[in-house]
Nanobody, 127 residues
Framework: QVQLVESGGGSVQSGGSLRLSCAASRFTYSRYCMGWFRQAPGKEREGVAT???????SYADSVKGRFTISQDKAKSTMYLQMNSLKPEDTAMYYC?????????????????????WGQGTQVTVSS
């Protein structure tokens, strides 16, 4: 079965950087949408960024200009480079994937759009 495994989380000070990775296994679809979500305590899970199989990307307004999503197809790995981190970026970050998708539709911001999820990696930003 498909497995998504996140790594790279940790604790940093405000203004710092982290790079998250999402390694996918047994995800053999040539067309897909993959994304990063985050969930802070007491809040809903929110879409952060997405990338499709053609490399097209989308970002939440709150992270535009600070976060960059990318992928290495040879390694079956997706990344989220997070720069200029703020305390409000503190959350559990999840990797998600939607199979057989020609592109990421406007619904990418909703968790229900994705069928596969990782277990999450914690990011904590202190002021």
């Amino acid at each position: 079965q498909v497995q998504l495994v996140e790594s790279g989380g940790g604790s940093v000070q405000s203004g710092g950087s982290l790079r998250l990775s999402c390694a996918a296994s047994r995800f053999t679809y040539s067309r897909y949408c993959m994304g990063w979500f985050r969930q802070a305590p007491g809040k809903e899970r929110e879409g952060v960024a997405t990338i499709d199989s053609d490399g097209s990307t989308s970002y939440a307004d709150s992270v535009k200009g600070r976060f960059t999503i990318s992928q290495d197809k040879a390694k079956s790995t997706m990344y989220l480079q997070m720069n200029s981190l703020k305390p409000e970026d503190t959350a559990m970050y999840y990797c998600a994937a939607r199979a057989a998708a020609d592109y990421c539709s406007g619904y990418w911001r909703f968790a229900w759009y994705f069928g596969y999820w990782g277990q999450g990696t914690q990011v904590t930003v202190s002021s």
